[in-house]
């Protein structure tokens, strides 16, 4: 793994984002020298200050070890990326507006590195990408005279827990060649608790499978949620019911959005991978993206909502994050702006939106409130009496001045 020639074992490329910042720390607190390539120069600005740029448990005290142990470099130089052994690259495959896998992403990210690229260094991809890229990324370097390992080692952390999870989950590595898999697997059998090699179309697939079930989950969820509430029922008091000491109902999920920038994307490039004859994955996206136009739907026939002013509390796309990457609050914020007199947003951690409020005004400007995100904050919030839309079944009885004021 050692190379004279450089001080770095590994680059990040991408690093300073949510999949290689922490990964880059992890990396550090074990004792590899990383350093960490990206194009934003703001948020290198910040790690180097020991700053993390997102919300993520246990980070900044290791990343501050990291910086004082001279284990962490930043980088905004393409070609500093020469010679260092492992290159990991955290940019995946986005989709596009008609839902199709955007290919040309991944390859413009390698056509950028290729002039720096050398045949002793172990390239691996990390982000999720369309199954059979990693192979494609192999056979187009060496079909343009280049020969590094390529693998693919793909993430499975919880946003926001990454530090943890990435030293406590199996790694699942894979290379287009049994060296490619081999150097990967030596890589990370130095940072998480154990590796399990699969091919890098299993890896590829695995990595979708386990995102796409959990959307499918979600949207059964929501489905039912949204049959009970059609027909009077409390969704919640019927899962509550067939939960009660029955195991194989233990793993039922609530209703809520389900939402960010992986859940959706990954399910819709299993699609796109199975000629958009994923029916399940389909309905899903239906299921899913449609929640919140239930809710204006159903909160138009007991409410005037063009009379009335609604606040939306939490704007992130999960509870006790800071990322509103492809939040459904901002579909439901778009969505009651035709239909409401005014709205108006708030999220205790979320700070690129300049059009939140305080939470405080929010609740007493508002006629109507809408728990988007099941921020902690929020469980024992007093909402001086207004009706509160809680999907979630999350804020706790009693603190909207009696049960009457929560609309599930």
């Not at 002039?115 to 990408?129: A, E, G, H, K, Y």
């Not at 109902?249 to 209703?255: K, N, Q």
Request: overall charge neutral; aromatic content about 8%; glycine content about 6%.
């Amino acid at each position: 793994m050692k190379n004279t020639k450089c001080k770095y074992d590994v680059c990040v490329i991408g690093g300073a984002g949510h999949v290689g910042a922490p990964l880059s720390i992890v990396m550090a607190k074990k004792g590899l020298k990383v350093l960490i390539y990206d194009l934003n120069e703001a948020t290198i600005a910040q790690l180097k200050r020991g700053k993390m740029p997102f919300f993520e448990e246990g980070a900044e005290p290791l990343l501050k070890q990291a910086l004082l142990d001279g284990r962490l470099g930043f980088t905004t130089k393409v070609a500093d990326i020469a010679q260092i052994p492992y290159l990991i690259v955290t940019i995946g495959t986005p989709v596009d507006q008609y839902q199709n896998p955007m290919l040309n992403v991944v390859v413009e990210c390698i056509d950028s590195l290729f002039p720096f690229l050398s045949d002793d260094q172990t390239l691996v991809l990390r982000s999720t990408v369309f199954p059979g890229v990693t192979d494609y990324v192999h056979k187009y370097l060496e079909g343009r005279g280049k020969h590094p390992k390529v693998a693919f080692c793909p993430e499975r952390v919880v946003q926001g827990f990454a530090v943890k999870e990435v030293q406590a989950l199996p790694q699942m590595v894979s290379g287009a060649t049994p060296e490619a898999e081999e150097a990967a697997a030596e890589l990370f059998a130095k940072i998480c608790s154990k590796v399990v090699r699969l091919t890098t179309m299993e890896a590829e697939f695995a990595k979708l499978f386990c995102n796409a079930y959990r959307y499918i989950q979600f949207a059964t969820a929501n489905q039912f949620y949204m049959m009970a509430k059609n027909a009077g029922v409390d969704y919640y008091r019927v899962l509550e019911t067939i939960k009660h000491n029955y195991p194989r109902m233990r793993d039922m999920p609530g209703a809520g959005f389900a939402a960010g920038p992986c859940l959706l994307k990954d399910t819709m490039q299993l699609a796109a991978f199975a000629n958009h004859e994923f029916s399940l994955g389909s309905a899903a996206v239906l299921v899913n993206e449609g929640l919140p136009l239930h809710m204006v739907d159903h909160l138009s026939s007991q409410y005037d909502l063009s009379k009335m002013t609604v606040g939306l509390l939490g704007m992130a796309f999960k509870a006790d994050s800071d990322d509103p990457r492809s939040s459904l609050s901002y579909k439901l914020k778009k969505v009651l702006r035709f239909r409401a007199r005014q709205v108006l947003t708030t999220d205790p951690f979320v700070k690129t939106d300049p059009e939140l409020l305080p939470l405080g005004d929010v609740v007493k400007k508002s006629d109507l409130l809408i728990l988007c995100t099941p921020h902690q904050t929020y469980r024992t919030l007093d909402v001086k009496g207004k009706p509160v839309v809680d999907i979630w079944n999350f804020v706790e009885a009693g603190v909207a001045d009696g049960e009457a004021a929560r609309v599930r």
